[in-house]
């Protein structure tokens, strides 16, 4: 794996956002066992070139594409993380790409990733994550 001053860049936001998507949980409390915080930060990575993307099969069995992911784990000395992948839906609860996103919906599919290629990090909002929908029944 590279050791370019970009792949510690990309290594050192995402530690720092596993560290942030811990806080969001509250998952350090001793004596609250409320499930009231936020368990993702949602985000998008990007190479030069294009966003990462890869591939599953949704909690309902159908195939789906995204470019939404959920950090797991990160190995800051080897440059590499674990994501899990986040089903992209519209309103309707539909898959959908990027850029009709309503919701992002939790998956068990995940990635081994080498982080040295990737130049940048977008967060998304983790109000997306598990969201629901605006309709009593899926149209898909």
Same mark, same amino acid.
């Given at each position: 794996?590279?050791?370019?001053?970009?792949?510690?860049?990309? @290594?050192?936001?995402?530690?720092?956002?596993?560290?942030?998507?811990?806080?969001?949980?509250?998952?350090?409390?001793?004596?609250?066992?409320?499930?009231?915080?936020?368990?993702?930060?949602?985000?998008?990575?990007?190479?030069?070139?294009?966003?990462?993307?890869?591939?599953?099969?949704?909690?309902?069995?159908?195939?789906? &594409?995204?470019?939404? +992911?959920?950090?797991?784990? *990160? $190995?800051? $000395?080897? @440059? @590499?993380?674990?994501?899990?992948?986040?089903?992209?839906?519209?309103?309707?609860?539909?898959? &959908?790409? *990027?850029?009709?996103? +309503?919701?992002?919906? &939790?998956?068990?599919?995940?990635?081994?990733?080498?982080?040295? @290629?990737?130049?940048?990090?977008?967060?998304?909002?983790?109000?997306?994550?598990?969201?629901?929908?605006? *309709?009593?029944?899926?149209?898909?």
């Amino acid at each position: 794996m590279g050791e370019h001053k970009n792949d510690k860049c990309i @290594c050192r936001d995402l530690e720092r956002l596993l560290e942030e998507q811990k806080r969001l949980s509250f998952d350090d409390f001793r004596f609250i066992n409320e499930d009231f915080g936020f368990h993702t930060i949602p985000f998008i990575l990007s190479t030069k070139e294009c966003q990462f993307e890869a591939w599953g099969w949704s909690n309902n069995g159908n195939f789906f &594409t995204t470019k939404v +992911f959920r950090l797991e784990a *990160i $190995d800051i $000395d080897g @440059c @590499c993380a674990t994501f899990s992948l986040l089903e992209p839906v519209d309103m309707d609860g539909c898959p &959908t790409d *990027i850029c009709d996103i +309503f919701s992002l919906r &939790t998956t068990i599919n995940c990635v081994f990733v080498d982080l040295s @290629c990737f130049t940048s990090l977008q967060p998304l909002s983790p109000r997306l994550v598990n969201r629901p929908l605006p *309709i009593v029944d899926s149209k898909c």
